[in-house]
């Protein structure tokens, strides 16, 4: 190889060097040209040849040195070097370029990752939040309806005491008249005998002062026996003293129930929470409290929230304006400006139309549901960047006033719902940030192509109570979701289960539709496969299941509800499901259940099935040989009672 480019670089001398002697003869023809005049030079003729391109002289050549030729190669090593000691140079920047590209790649997905996280945190914790406060409130009203039922019943028993003593007093009193009637009906026997004695012996007498007999006869006629009056019934006598006491309660109430200087009547204040709720305010209280952090007027007539409301109360991190009679025009522009650390905002159950404009930045969550809510514009939530949580149900919100870029400015968003409005198809421009999305109790009939190409961390998709039905939900709609796990689509229109679900799947509610099938291979994309699968309230009978129907969730189906459909036999396909818990086969038109219907021969050692449901069917318990459940960690897990006659 260097042989061969000795060989070029000569040929490119022995061309280059003549042209460069010829070039210097020229100029040194010239040269001594012009000083011809002073001295006499020597005349060289120059032939050149025009031919080429240029002029080159027709001398021959001048065979180059060893020196000459050492010398250029020298040069040649030499820029070859340096070409490529730069070559070497650009490639190490380049390599240092994409290193710091890459070192800032994932910085930054590490930083998405770790907000995710913190989103994904905070709204699991104020889901837990919220579970624990429904669960004290559903507490609370049970032993609050324990409590009435405990007074209803006391008070039925104490009527029916009180019954039973009126109608003991009733019977004596009746018993006690007819005594009392009997023993003047005596008595009166008795006097009138003896007032006939008296006659027959005035009258065998001689004719006696006509006065003493008037006397005699007044005095048997005398009414000495007078009936006792009547007696108060308790019950009267109790409701008389009560209505007097009552009268008494009453002005005294009115004394003792006047407010004070600072806290409204019916208020209580504990620590940094004041609660002033359902005390019939009807305006926006003066509060001076500058530690206190939370506040509650919920259930309550306030129809406004004046500009200077929360001056006394600039601290605050939760408020709490439910039920009340808060319009848009009532709420100043300025009303919230000044408060720097709220966090919460809760305005449910108003008059609004629009969202309150000018909330503070700090907001995470804000709940405006059971208003009039009508319009959403692109400024809504303008400045809103640390919301978490948003909700928006029960109000007049659908896909025509509701603008798409509305939530671009909610760049944490995490949790929305918006249930219980007008949406006939999924919201445009939800924020990519969103974890859960709620949809219940609208009119949505259309799941388009590319509603969640930007919500690609999805997790949870709530839809219950709309009108889909399996053709309008769009192949590619949401089938490469790496994160949407859970998709909630009961009480719908659908007549088959749908097709093209989220490889991610692991959670899928279809309770209460009109599924007649379930096709085949349908799972068989998911990846790491369906865990829960809840088909309650279908039409699902021996036609519409398969063999290949659960193929691809064989090794991950936890919980199967099947009850409460047209089945005449057990699916096939149940006894492969190697990791199945609990299964549901109830209110069905089961007849038998084979040996290996459930359970595969030689499969109990590790088997995981621990409830199975069969009651209300038309099985026979004595007609099913055990072996048939011989998966089933325990023989009471198996419920058969009752069941259906023919």
Known sequence: MKWVLLLAALGMLLVLVPVAQGRQRNGTQRGRQRRGKRKRGRVVDLSFDISGDSAVPSDPVTPLTQEQIQRIFWHEEEHRREEEHRREEEHRRE?????RKDEERKKRRKQRKEQAERQRKFVEERRREEEEALKLQVEKEEEEWRQREKRRQEAAEREARERAIEEERRRKEVAERDALERKMEEERRRQEEMLRERLEALEEEDEEDDEEEVWLRGDVFQPDFLPPPQPIPPTLLGQELAGEQDEVGEGDEEIKGSPGPALPPGCDISDVTMRCENVQLDHFPPLTIPHLKSLSLEGNSIRTIPAEAFNGIQNLEWIN??????TSDGIDAAAFRGLRFLRRLYLDGNLLEHVPSDLPS???????????LRTINENSFQG???LMIL???DNLLSENNVDPSAFSSLPQLSYLRLGRNHYRTVPQGLPTTLLELYLENNVIEEISEAVFNQTTSLNLVSLRH?????????PLAWINHRSLESIDLSHNDLYLVPSYLPRSLIHLVLVGNNIERIPGYVFAHMEPGLEYLYLSYNKLDKEG???????????????????HNQLVSVPSGLSQMNVLHFLRLNNNNIRSIPEESLCEPGGAADSTLVAVRLENNQLDPDNISPSSFS????????????????
């Open 545 to 563: 299941i398969e063999p290949e129907s659960f193929f691809g969730a064989y090794h991950s189906m936890v919980e199967l509800c099947l009850d």
């Open 321 to 326: 304006l439910g039920k009340n009679r808060i």
């Open 362 to 372: 700090t907001l995470q969550e804000l709940k405006i549901n059971e208003n009039k």
């Open 95 to 99: 390599e240092e370029r994409m290193r």
């Open 466 to 474: 709309n009108r889909l039905d399996e053709s309008r939900i769009a």
């Open 631 to 646: 998966c089933v960690r325990s023989a009471s897990s198996v419920v058969f009672k009752p069941q259906r006659k023919e």
């Open 391 to 393: 909700e928006m149900e």
């Open 384 to 386: 809103l960047s640390s």
